[in-house]
């Protein structure tokens, strides 16, 4: 009971835009998607003010009660921000004590969910949202496709797409295609070996042989239960254990070994498992966040175009299983969503819509040199060595921006007991910071972590001080390409430079000096792209070593100051 009297009294400030709205939603989608988790959550313990434009009334009557039962709303304007956040995009959340942020809608949600959970920590069922390892949208958009797709580019799609939609036959956005597309690819869980082979005893329980994958047939339409009748002995494994996990029943036990020609099939033959829900085979944050963009496509497509729904059967299919979720009819309704009833689309092909094959998928990019995994989680980014900083330059602001909420809060509790006034800590993506500054500082940035840096250091003319580090997880995102300088291009390829960068990392000062050096010279060849980079955006650029270099294995800095 104390620490549900102490999440309730630390009061938080929830800020969200509000641009326009239409029948059951309000714009931008980032603030209908955070209304509807806090609806799903039954989440009061945020103070929530909408932030409208000059243009808009500040009339609370035009927001309908059916938009936001249960939800008390303050109007205020950009002005009226606290100042921290007005260098932010929303939405974001504040504490009482105004300089410490969260910004970002991925951030935000993955908050309001711990929050809520801490509030009531009888409801197990909302840290399930935040996936396996509690990782569900935790990577930042500028490195993951994923994370980009559900917090970025879907909602800014379906907006443009409810913007421009007429009575002409519309173009799918490409966002659409390629969920369309992820929803047929095979679904990859932590016991996936084991869930494959249950699926192929009960294929053959049931006198099903294996999946068809040379044959090809065409999307129709069918009744719901012709559909059913279908689907259900392909689907049932999936269904009954995303479902268990959903109503906390526990699967029994079975004591039973597996027959011996289950146990010895060989992973290439077992069935592949198929999508329930967004990311898999669980209903996580993604399903939240993708719910209220879906169905407003989905309102218009089955309105004016209905006879385009049978190029997504799996997108359909997604949108209904999703309605039988506990919880989600209560909190649609409650933000004034009306589901549809779409009729059971039948596909046992990717050949739904002509070009979905076309389609880029939303997989992280992958090169076959690279060892290791993307991990360029902004480590320190503008972290302790800011404390520093605010403690040496008094007379100065500094802002400390991680995407790591745990580092962030020890930072404010060094700060705190320094007894700091200077000092703001924002949780965020890079490009969620919208404030002016005058310099920006990055120590041990991990992997393109520092070429974000620069790069927003470049946008808003500031200099910049940083030290990378993690050369080894330096790869081709959507936002940066590598080689970077148009130098640099004529002489390297994108394999060649990944070369570079993997033997950079290897300057540990138990390997043996030659090798050392050569990954030290790596190091000064990556940077010096770096470099090469900023100075054709208008910079004089200088890569040079800490002193004394045995401070750290990573001890090359990149200063820049624009001409």
């Not at 955070?34 to 609370?60: A, H, M, P, Q």
């Not at 690819?185 to 699926?199: A, F, G, M, S, T």
């Amino acid at each position: 009971m104390k620490a549900i009297k102490k999440s309730l009294t630390e009061e938080e400030y929830l800020y969200l835009d509000f641009s326009h709205q239409t029948e059951g939603c309000i714009f931008p989608l980032h603030t209908s998607v955070t209304l509807f988790l806090l609806s799903y959550c039954d989440c009061k313990i945020f103070k929530i003010c909408l932030v409208v434009t000059k243009e808009v009334s500040r009339d609370s009557s035009l927001l309908r009660d059916d938009l936001i039962q249960d939800v008390e709303i303050q109007i205020i304007s950009r002005q009226e921000l606290p100042p921290i956040v007005q260098n932010c995009c929303l939405p974001a959340v504040v504490e009482r004590s105004d300089n410490f942020c969260r910004a970002g809608l991925a951030v935000v949600l993955r908050h309001i969910i711990q929050k809520s959970y801490e509030a009531d920590p009888l409801k197990k069922e909302l840290l399930e949202l935040l996936g396996f390892k509690k990782t569900c949208l935790k990577a930042c958009a500028e490195v993951s496709q994923w994370t980009r797709l559900c917090e970025l580019t879907i909602p800014l799609a379906i907006e443009n797409f409810l913007r421009e939609s007429s009575d002409q036959p519309p173009t799918i956005p490409v966002e659409i295609l390629q969920l369309e597309k992820k929803l047929s690819e095979p679904v990859r869980v932590h016991n996936d070996d084991k869930l494959r082979r249950q699926k192929l005893k009960q294929q053959k329980a049931d006198g099903v042989g294996p999946p068809l994958t040379k044959g090809k047939a065409k999307s129709k339409v069918h009744t719901q239960e012709t559909s059913e009748g279908l689907d259900s002995s392909s689907k049932s494994l999936e269904l009954k254990v995303a479902f268990s996990k959903l109503t906390v029943q526990e699967e029994p036990a079975t004591t039973n070994r597996e027959p011996s020609h289950i146990r010895k099939a060989k992973a290439s033959d077992l069935p592949p498992l198929e999508h329930v829900f967004a990311e898999g085979l669980y209903f996580t944050l993604a399903d939240i966040v993708l719910l209220p963009c879906i169905h407003h496509f989905l309102v218009i497509i089955s309105r004016k175009f209905s006879e385009k729904l049978v190029e997504f059967p799996l997108l359909a299919s997604w949108y209904q299983r999703i309605q039988e979720v506990p919880g989600v009819k209560t909190a649609a309704s409650k933000c004034g969503i009306q589901f549809l009833h779409l009729p059971k689309l039948l596909t046992t092909s990717t050949e739904q819509h002509p070009n979905l094959c076309e389609v880029p998928g939303v997989e992280e990019q992958s090169d076959p040199l690279f060892i290791g995994g993307p991990r360029p989680t902004m480590a320190k980014l503008m972290g302790h060595v800011g404390i520093v900083l605010a403690h040496m330059l008094p007379s100065c602001q500094v802002t400390l921006i991680e995407n790591k909420e745990l580092s962030l809060i020890r930072a404010k509790k060094r700060s705190d007991e320094l007894g700091l006034s200077n000092i703001w800590f924002i949780q965020a993506n890079m490009e969620y910071f919208t404030g002016m500054f005058n310099i920006g500082v990055a120590l041990h940035a991990c992997g393109v972590a520092t070429d974000m840096v620069i790069e927003h250091c470049i946008k808003t003319r500031a200099s910049f001080v940083t030290c990378p580090c993690c050369y080894g997880f330096i790869q081709n995102t959507s936002k940066f390409n590598f080689p970077k300088s148009e130098q640099f291009k004529k002489t390297l390829s994108y394999k060649e430079h990944m070369i570079l960068c993997r033997f950079a990392d290897q300057t540990a000062v138990q390997l043996p000096p030659q090798r050392r050096l050569i990954g030290k010279q790596c190091m000064c060849l990556v940077d010096l792209d770096r470099a090469r980079a900023a100075e054709e955006c208008g910079y004089s650029v200088q890569v040079i070593s800490m002193e004394p270099e045995s401070c750290s294995p990573k001890n090359n800095m990149i200063v820049g100051v624009p001409i």
